[in-house]
């Protein structure tokens, strides 16, 4: 079946800490990559996506991505995290000829001011 | 403004009742879909709908229901019958052409509790 694994399912980081969330996806052919972000009441937004070209994607308050296809990777990457980065993030992914979303279980991100 | 429209965000329901949940687009999407959000799960889809008169069973379908009568809405019901409805519900929708950006949007979430 296809799924989405995210490799952590809590995170705490202090400020200025550097950020990487495991995201891998079940084989099934040619793939659009999504991160999604849902910030402490409100609602899920996309923070960055992958369709094709460049495997690496920059996306909104510097998150960046890299699609590995040979790995069924799609990590996520921050720099430098802030708190104000304190949220639950979300790998999914859609398999072309298909449309449906997957998504993966989650990550709480907990940032320490 | 264009978007997704869910409601009620706050719904309580008594054991036994059917309840039915709201979710309009006025982005002209095809695809429609509902999701419950569990913490520690991620979201689990429960139905998916590609075109008016059409949908399809997600992963955790038991005791839903849903029709698509119009483009524009995909209601759901949750019935007497799901043992453990208490969740936070998303409505969300996409375009599923071919090519084109399959990103999907998402309600501010319906949260329903039994009591």
């Known amino acids: 079946a296809q799924s989405v694994s995210q490799h952590n399912h809590h995170v705490i980081l202090s400020e200025a800490a550097s950020l990487e969330l495991g995201c891998n996806y079940s084989y099934g052919g040619t793939v659009n990559l999504f991160w999604y972000v849902q910030y402490p009441g409100q609602h899920l937004q996309l923070l960055l996506k992958y369709f094709s070209g460049d495997p690496l994607v920059k996306g909104i308050k510097g998150f960046e991505a890299e699609f590995i296809k040979s790995k069924f990777s799609f990590n996520l990457r921050k720099p430098s995290v802030q708190w104000s980065d304190t949220a639950e993030y979300f790998c999914?992914?859609?398999?072309?000829?298909?449309?449906?979303?997957?998504f993966g279980a989650g990550t709480r991100l907990f940032v320490k001011a | 403004d264009g978007g997704i429209t869910q409601s009620p965000k706050y719904l309580f329901r008594k054991e036994g009742q059917n309840v039915t949940l709201s979710c309009e687009q006025n982005?002209?999407?095809?695809?429609m879909y509902w999701y419950r959000q569990d913490p520690g799960q991620g979201l689990r889809l429960i139905y998916y709908s590609q075109i008016v008169n059409d949908f399809q069973k997600g992963d955790i379908a038991e005791g839903y229901s849903v029709s698509r009568e119009k483009k524009e809405s995909f209601p759901l019901t949750v019935t007497s019958a799901q043992k453990n409805p208490t969740a936070f519900y998303l409505c969300a929708s996409s375009t599923d052409r071919p090519g084109m950006n399959t990103e999907a949007f998402f309600g501010q979430g319906t949260r329903l509790t039994v009591v």
């Open positions: 999914a992914v859609t398999y072309t000829g298909g449309f449906k979303t997957i």
């Open positions: 982005l002209n999407h095809d695809a």
